[in-house]
């Protein structure tokens, strides 16, 4: 007669599953099953979906501290850190990388991080093979960007901050902020303050995100009835090209107000209305997006909107520690809302 294999959920006090009683269950090896806890890559998907379903049918836990993360040896996460650009105010990332940190060692793990080669997929490939990592979190997910499709061939376990803005039937999990919400508290807050003629400089067309921004602002002119043709440039996300843009819009437009993709071009369009003895807040109003240090720092201040880059953080790991779960679970987009700090520019 057939043995009865014991099951925890089932609640039989003192009998928890054990390796051997799933491999058993799923007729497969003991070294099958382990490869399914610790390197799901070296199965074929229909031996993996038959472990992992026996796995969570008898409640099985390799041990106490794998009950809601899968155990690995590293406890890293990678996370690929681009160099920092010349030109620009941007540290979003910094506030980010910092925030992960945080929680990702709550969640009992630490964050390695590492530089991109010339090849980006190397440098992934480099770290899976050597077990290095218990998986990634990757921040580039432009369009073209390869390496989410690298990583989600293989398999490997990554949460992604950005949206799969190319690819929206992909079924990894991601976390973003509403930058078009962002965009629209911002222009509803210029609206609000009496501006009726708001110029937008954001990024260039291809920029999934620049025209995600540009939105925001489309949407609210367009609810209040106020022009947007002439309105608007696209440019370089530096301080040099929002300077310049913002020089031909005040010439050729005369927009009271500026609202633009990043404290970059916030900080162009405020050098453009120095030179013109120009006083942002009194005479032209100017509002940027990411609430970078130099957003705090300049006289007066630079009213920004804000990413919630901690909670990002919070709910990047959360996805992660579902995926290094067993079973492993599913976790779909999550998109937070941004909030405006108003300072003296606007």
């Known amino acids: ?33 382990s490869n399914a806890v610790n390197n799901p890559e070296l199965l074929r ?16 836990s390799p041990n106490r501290a794998a009950r809601n993360l899968r155990t ?11 160099p920092a650009q010349e030109g620009t105010a941007n540290a979003t990332m910094d506030r980010f990388v910092h925030s992960l940190v945080d929680t990702s060692r709550e969640a009992g793990y630490h964050v390695l991080l590492f530089a ?34 690298w990583l989600a061939a293989r398999r490997a376990p990554f949460v992604a901050f950005g949206r799969p803005w190319s690819q929206p039937e992909v079924t990894h999990p991601w976390v973003d902020v509403d930058g078009a919400a962002g965009v629209a508290l911002a222009t509803a807050h210029l609206v609000e303050r009496g501006h009726s ?8 067309k ?11 602002w489309c949407r609210v002119l367009a609810d209040g009835g106020l022009p947007t043709d002439g309105l608007a440039a696209r440019v370089d996300d530096t301080v040099a090209a929002g300077r310049e843009a913002a020089a031909a819009l005040l010439e050729q437009a005369s927009p009271s107000a500026f609202v633009c993709a990043s404290d970059t071009l916030a900080l162009g369009v405020l050098h453009s209305l120095a030179e013109r003895g120009l006083r942002a807040g009194a005479d032209i ?5 990411d609430d970078s240090q130099a957003a705090q720092l300049i006289p007066g201040g630079l009213t920004s909107v804000r990413q919630p880059l901690e909670q990002v953080a919070v709910e990047v790991v959360a996805a992660l520690q579902g995926l290094l779960a067993i079973p492993r679970a599913s976790s779909s987009g999550v998109l937070l809302e941004p909030s405006l700090v108003v300072r003296g520019s606007s």
Request: glycine share 10%.
């Open 1 to 33: 007669m057939a043995r009865t294999v014991p099951a925890a959920r089932h609640g039989l006090a003192g009998q928890a599953p054990t390796l051997a009683d799933v491999a058993e269950r799923a007729g497969v090896s003991r070294q099958t099953v």
């Open 45 to 60: 998907s229909a031996t993996l979906q038959r472990v992992l379903s026996v796995i969570e049918d008898l409640g099985y």
């Open 72 to 82: 690995r040896l590293s406890h890293q996460i990678g996370l690929c850190f681009a």
């Open 116 to 149: 991109a080669a010339e090849d980006p997929a190397s440098s992934y490939d480099e770290l899976l093979r050597s077990n290095a990592v218990d998986g990634f979190v990757v921040t580039d997910t432009f369009a073209g960007s390869p390496e989410t499709a």
């Open 197 to 204: 003629r708001i110029a937008w400089i954001g990024f260039h």
């Open 206 to 216: 291809g920029s999934f995100i620049g025209e995600d921004r540009r939105s925001g």
């Open 285 to 289: 109003s100017v509002v940027g997006f």
